[in-house]
């Protein structure tokens, strides 16, 4: 097992997304965040907290369920629905910001999209992600990425958050390791 990021790399990588989505979207005026749960909702709080600091205004930030669109619900075991929390009237006309931890297949985002397929017609939709692994099965890329890691599918990417495992830091374990 390895670190690949530190609680400063993370906040670090944190800070920059949070400037390149304000750059990208000439401000805050349109934007609402949607985390998908766990750990991107905790990095969506983040991200916004920071957005909010820079702009002096605070911005819309919630959350995203993605259970019951997953294409993979048979093969896990049964959890728990969290809600989908979004902090605005609707999504009409705004641009999202859809926020998770890690980016491997796609299969996550791809399910992110069938639910906001449910909730309304944004004006865009962009992806932010702490880290992309690689080994896409879908075609979909994040517009913002906290670091690149490239990884071999024999090994797995884990982020901690304090506000879930009491520490900040990406991992690399090896199945050696697992």
Do not use: W
């Not at 259970?67 to 009237?89: E, Q, Y």
């Not at 690689?134 to 797995?156: C, M, W």
Request: charged share 25%; with cysteine; proline share 4%.
């Amino acid at each position: 097992m390895s670190i690949a990021m530190s609680a400063v790399d993370i906040s670090r990588a944190l800070t920059r997304i949070s400037h390149e989505i304000l750059e990208r979207n000439n401000g805050c005026e349109s934007i609402v965040l949607l985390g998908i749960p766990t750990r991107g909702a905790h990095l969506a709080q983040r991200i916004g907290a920071n957005i909010a600091t820079i702009e002096g205004r605070e911005i819309p930030v919630g959350t995203l369920d993605i259970t019951l669109h997953r294409d993979d619900l048979r093969m896990r075991p049964p959890r728990a629905l969290m809600s989908t929390m979004i902090p605005v009237d609707g999504i009409q006309g705004r641009d999202l910001i859809l926020i998770d931890d890690v980016l491997f297949s796609g299969r996550t985002i791809r399910a992110a999209l069938d639910a906001l397929g449910e909730i309304g017609r944004p004006r865009s939709v962009q992806l932010a992600v702490l880290v992309d692994r690689g080994h896409r099965e879908l075609p979909i890329r994040a517009d913002y990425v906290g670091k690149n890691l490239p990884t071999s599918r024999q090994q797995s990417v884990k982020v901690h958050v304090t506000e879930i495992d009491g520490v900040d830091e990406v991992l690399i374990e090896s199945q050696g390791d697992l």
